[in-house]
């Protein structure tokens, strides 16, 4: 790869580290107008990890060095993955077929991890935060490996940076409805993968309900920086993927960006306007996403 | 002995029987369809105040009683929780009571259910909003709640002996803040009780104030839990707009006295507080507003599936359990019972006005949820009617000292239910017994029962949607 073009996605993934926590502001301003409120800042999540940062952490005697090892590692797999991800016109800075497992793959050690700290504090809370994620995240993740599968399939890339190009590029003739049921398929599960409404409430202070907060309870201080801060770039990391499925990635930055920003409201006005699921209904949702992406891959493989 | 609502009468014509026949009485008046509203110890008897609903009267029977007595809980539910309420206080065995803990002392073993896969939860008493404390024990399997045992006891203040040996300048602070949220409702019970027994009659124009103050204190709870049952479901709209709904309606009570919660508006004799023609008229003018947009804001729970989904089925309890537990209040009117104090047991302004009974058939948060919603209607009904034909003339009578030797029971329903409070007088006219029991000492037993076989995660909604009192149980 050229220098100019390794610069060109170092940038991009730059700018991504930069901006993911801008989409939790977006999403919160949005809900707050629902709600005919004024709403906290929209930096205020950058305010949150700095101050963070700042703090020192406290740890648990019942702990050990997974609970401590947990925070970094999911950073560096959020981190990685960012690598993997073309944004806007940028290829990504690591492409190579089948990119798009790895990517799956790094996504679920982040979660890994996040689990096994869970379970490290031996919390009867954690522990069921861990098991609803799992739960979950076993329905979630075959849904999204299959979406990534009609993709690939479809545009006949392997790689994550060439689906996204050829998706914005030369979209084949009569795709909208693959694409469309693919994107809306990719969207429960990003719903799903980063605990949002439906599937789980972020604004929730009742422990017995939480899935992802819980699972960050025992962590505080530069930890639990560091575990929001990847949960940001996961947000990133998945929104960019629905916003590629809809073709407007590879269309260039401010296409990209204006798809982030229309997600980022599109999660707010979800959140507002509709109750969370009771959790025993979740895995027929996930089951309604597989049943969407199962019916784009079927259409894509009776095409000529 | 039967008597009408905050009506008193002289100690000496309670029936003084032998624990035996006390127990058959009760037992049998309990099986005939008549409730527990109290039962505690006092000078050597345990007594008994039991409510016919249908007949609108009230029953007092005594027993004596020595070290232990035979329990009546195996045969009457109603009665678990007040046994071992007597016996921490006074030592008295129940003998046979199937769960003999202390309720206000918090205890160690719980009820374990053994198994490899069932685990346990240990929730509270610091929570993690800014709520009141108390402890829950869940045996779990999964996510499947098999048992939930409550303990309270962190708040307790000793409040029923800081009144004994009263009334004097401090008891009437004392009731205001058995139950912070219930002011109005506890000082009520516990002026129509003063007025009982120093024989005192109210001016109508301040029994229709105390109607106004009890109704707005109703509508305020109940918007402000139709707003955090909202919100425990992750339901933005209406949990942002019940929440400034329900200042609006505290600013209401605070317009009228000074004090959103109503302190210092209830006395004995009457209310402290009148208002004159252009703030009755504000008041009506913010009524009709907050009825408005308190109809569009509840109206979205009901119209949005999500939050239907939600409600339905969550937290169940049959009509025959609630009645076996004698709850009371919207958690009892939601399974279908028709019982409120105001339509059975009518005293002051609910003796000349009706409020209809609401009622809902499933007994579910749903069920809850929306027996609260037709109380809001009709609450607003009541005191938009009342403010517009306030009677004229003064709004206190002077109070008069209480009569010596005499008992009053007194009925008040309050946002939550039924509130109770028996005062026995001594030689001299003072207490020398005053017993409080609140709605949510009814209810605790009935939450921890509608959570059995529910998912644990649903539990945050079902305490909502009971939302009972931790200081007006452990008082």
Known sequence: METGLILSSAGGIAGAALAAPLLSGVINRTKAVFAGRRGQPLLQAYHDIIKLLGKGAVYSRTTTWVFRAGPVIQFSCAALALALLPMGSRPALLAFPGDFICLAGLLALMRFFLMTA??????????????????????????????????????????????????ALHPAEGSGPVLALTALALFVVFLAENARVPVDDPNTHLELTMIHEVMALDHGGPDLAFIQYAAQLKLWIMGILVVNALGLGGRGGWACAGGMAALAVLIGIVESTMARLRLLRVPQLMIGAGALSLLALLLTLVRP | ??????????????????????????????????????????????????????????????????????????????????EREVCEESGIRPEGHPWLRPIRSGYADFYRVEGDEVHEVAVGPVHAGVIEPGHFRFQCHGEDVLHLEIALGYQRRGAQALIQGGPDRRTVHVMETLAGDTSIGHVLAYA??????????????????????????????????????????????????????????????????????????????????????????????RLEAAARDSASAVGLLWKSNSVMGRFEDTGKLSREDCL???????????????????????????????????????????????????????????????????????????????????????????????ICHVALTDGAGRFARYQVVDASF???????????????????????SFNLSYCGHDL
């Open chain 2, 192 to 285: 129509q009780a003063m007025e009982s027994l120093s024989g005192t009659r109210v001016p109508a124009r301040a029994l229709a104030w105390r109607g106004v103050a009890l109704e707005l204190e109703r509508l305020a709870n109940h918007c402000g839990d139709l707003g955090a049952l909202a919100n425990d479901v992750g339901y933005l709209p209406t949990a942002s707009f019940c929440g400034r709904l329900r200042g609006d309606f505290l600013n209401m009570t605070a317009l009228l006295c000074g004090s959103r919660f109503g302190r210092g508006l209830v006395r004995p004799g009457g209310v402290r507080f009148d208002a004159e023609p252009g703030r009755i008229e504000d008041l009506l003018r």
């Open chain 2, 442 to 464: 009814h209810n605790w037993f009935g939450l921890a029962h509608a959570m059995r076989g529910q998912q644990i995660s649903d539990f945050p909604l079902c305490n909502k």
């Open chain 2, 1 to 82: 002995m039967k008597m009408r609502n905050a009506q008193s009468v002289p100690l000496s014509e309670i029936p003084r029987l032998a624990i035996g026949e006390f127990r058959v009485e009760v037992l049998r008046a309990v099986r005939e369809g008549e409730r527990l509203c109290a039962f505690f110890h006092h000078g050597g008897r345990l007594w008994a105040v039991l409510a016919c609903d249908e007949s609108g009267l009230l029953r007092l029977v005594s027993g004596e009683v020595q070290d232990s007595y035979a329990a009546l809980t195996p045969e009457c539910p109603q009665a678990h929780w007040f």
């Open chain 2, 324 to 418: 076996a537990l004698g709850l009371v209040g919207p958690a009892a009117r939601a399974c279908g019972v028709e019982r409120d104090v105001r339509h059975d047991f009518p005293h002051g302004i609910y003796s000349y006005a009706q409020v209809p009974v609401s009622t809902a058939q499933t007994g579910d948060v749903l069920g809850r949820a929306f027996v609260r919603w037709l109380e809001m209607q009709r609450s607003l009904a009541f005191a938009k009617e009342t403010l517009e034909h306030l009677p004229t003339g003064s709004i206190a009578a002077a109070p008069a000292p209480c009569a010596p030797e005499r008992i009053c029971v007194s009925l008040v329903e309050g946002w939550r239910g039924e």
């Open chain 1, 118 to 167: 869970a379970l490290d504090t031996g919390s009867s809370f954690e522990g069921m935060g861990a098991s609803r994620e799992a739960a979950f995240s076993a329905l979630a993740e075959p849904v999204f490996l299959l979406s990534l599968a009609v993709l690939a399939r479809l545009t006949g890339a392997l790689s994550l940076s060439g689906m996204a190009s050829r998706l």
